[in-house]
């Protein structure tokens, strides 16, 4: 007790109060060292820093998009070639309509417009009185011949030339034509009718078989009837009655003069001979 009195108590008060007063300090200067690790470990696991890392990547993306859409920009771009509309998708639009006199010789014209003289032209043209009334598309075969050859019994037991028939009727192909001979059954009567067309028959065949007896008949296509005519196996010397199957279509809605090859044969065979019939006013032409 004695050396505590001795001290002197008012120097360590001052020291007690000074060491507190420096590990105060110590505290806060601890804690303010302390805080910016935390942050800085902060900063680098927050999700704000991978965000701002995908929006630099997706930032270089974009101006690459862009340079590929300028390229393609900058190339030249085909044009889309319009196709070509065919017959069919004339046709499949357009409202059937009977063929007639007019729509005959337009095709004949328009054919020989780059290949005849003005005067050959003019030689080429028919008289409305060349033709028989047209199919107005009511009418079977058997129906529309009984309402041109109204006297067809008649004729027909007159007609007596061998390699020669009465009527002519003329169709795109040998399916239509085995077709058109069925129709026939109500109108030729007695009547003998020939086929002729190429499908399995040889030409030579036919010739025997219409120079072998009397055919009032002949139903088949254009470019056998010409050879037949060129090899004298068919005779036009009494012929009187050319039907042309003008109104028929097929499964692609063409006509018979709808398609060139047949066209053609169509067109040369009336100017071998039928053309020159029909002006000596022998043969008169029907559109069925």
Not at 121 to 133: G, P, T
Not at 171 to 193: N, V, Y
């Amino acid at each position: 007790m004695g050396d505590d009195l001795g001290d002197d108590w008012w120097k360590h008060d001052d020291a007690v109060e000074a060491e507190e007063e420096s590990e105060q300090e110590k505290e806060p200067a601890e804690k303010a060292k302390t805080k910016p690790e935390k942050r800085k470990m902060v900063t680098e696991k927050s999700p704000k820093a991978k965000k701002k890392k995908n929006n630099d990547q997706k930032e270089c993306i974009i101006p690459q998009e862009k340079e590929v859409d300028d390229q393609q920009s900058t190339k030249p771009q085909k044009k889309r070639k319009r196709k070509k509309k065919t017959i069919t998708d004339v046709l499949a639009t357009s409202e059937p309509k009977p063929g007639g006199a007019a729509d005959l010789q337009d095709l004949i014209t328009r054919y020989y417009s780059d290949k005849r003289s003005v005067i050959e032209l003019e030689e080429l043209k028919l008289q409305n009185s060349c033709f028989l009334s047209s199919n107005d598309l009511t009418h079977t075969l058997s129906s529309y011949l009984k309402q041109v050859c109204p006297k067809w019994a008649k004729i027909q037991k007159q007609h007596s030339e061998k390699s020669s028939v009465v009527i002519l009727i003329v169709c795109s192909s040998a399916l239509r034509s085995i077709e058109l001979i069925k129709q026939l059954t109500a109108f030729k009567g007695d009547a003998k009718a020939v086929k002729l067309f190429a499908k399995h028959i040889k030409i030579e065949e036919q010739v025997k078989l219409l120079q072998k007896g009397v055919k009032h008949i002949g139903v088949g296509t254009p470019a056998r009837i010409r050879a037949l005519i060129d090899k004298e196996g068919l005779s036009l010397q009494a012929l009187r009655y050319l039907v042309v199957d003008w109104n028929w279509r097929d499964q692609k809605l063409r006509r018979m003069v709808d398609i060139p090859e047949i066209k053609l044969d169509f067109l040369k065979l009336l100017e071998n001979g039928v053309l020159a019939a029909c002006k000596e006013d022998r043969v008169k032409i029907g559109l069925f």
